[in-house]
Each structure stands twice: as structure tokens, then as C-alpha cells.
């Protein structure tokens, strides 16, 4: 089984950056594609952005595109989502997850999840 750490959230200023790391322990990356889901109380876990197995292709939601930019390090088993021009309404709680399967968008589709790291935007 493998074991997903988020760290790097914390509570910043609107127009701040910050970056999330998310490391992996008990396996390699492997073939897995490796995503970012937020999730504010009260609301479904939503898709942020995910990179695939090999890191050459990457996809961003529409309300973060530009904004954010997700990379991976599989010797070090870590992927990392750099966000910029950050707003309130990305204060959530980020979870990276690793997805086996054939579709990325859905958060159904993912095999592992971390435990979230908080992210807060002060505006």
C-alpha cells in the first residue's frame, strides 16, 4: 500500500504563492498518474490538477489554469503543485491521490489519498 504526506498549506495573503509537496512512501510512482483534489466544508472534493505517470502531460481545472502548476519528481516520489495569484477561493483542504486508472477527472478514480494539507487565502 502506499502512503500519501501533503505538506506546505499554511494561510497567506490574495496574490500570494505557495507550494504543496506530497510525498509517497511504501511504493514507487510507478504507472500511477499523480493529481490534486481541494475540498471546502460543505462541498464535494473537486478536481485541481493531475500529471501523468511519465510527467510529460499535464491538466488543470478551469478556475486554476494559469494560476498553478503541477510537477514530478519520481526518484523522489514527490509531486509538487506550485500556486500563484492565489484567492479566497482557493482556501480548502488539498489532497494529492494517485490514480491507476484511465480517466483523471473524477475523484472516484483514485486508488490513494493523502490526508490534505490546509490551504487558506486571507483577501
Known amino acids: 500500500q502506499v502512503q500519501l504526506v501533503e505538506s506546505g498549506g499554511g494561510l497567506v495573503q490574495a496574490g500570494c504563492s505557495l507550494r504543496l509537496s506530497c510525498a509517497a512512501s511504501?511504493?514507487?510512482?510507478?504507472?500511477?498518474?499523480l493529481g490534486w483534489f481541494r475540498q471546502a466544508p460543505g462541498k464535494e472534493r473537486e478536481f485541481v490538477a493531475v500529471?501523468?505517470?511519465?510527467?510529460?502531460?499535464?491538466y488543470y481545472s478551469e478556475s486554476v489554469k494559469g494560476r498553478f502548476t503541477i510537477s514530478r519528481d519520481n526518484d523522489k516520489n514527490t509531486v509538487y503543485l506550485q500556486m500563484d495569484s492565489l484567492k479566497a477561493e482557493d482556501t480548502a483542504v488539498y489532497y494529492c491521490?494517485?490514480?491507476?486508472?484511465?480517466?483523471?477527472?473524477?475523484?472516484?478514480?483514485?486508488?490513494?489519498w493523502g490526508q490534505g494539507t490546509q490551504v487558506t487565502v486571507s483577501s
Open positions: 491521490g494517485l490514480n491507476g486508472g484511465y480517466d483523471y477527472f473524477p475523484a472516484d478514480e483514485y486508488d490513494y
Open positions: 500529471i501523468t505517470w511519465n510527467g510529460r502531460t499535464t
Open positions: 511504501g511504493r514507487t510512482f510507478g504507472t500511477y498518474a
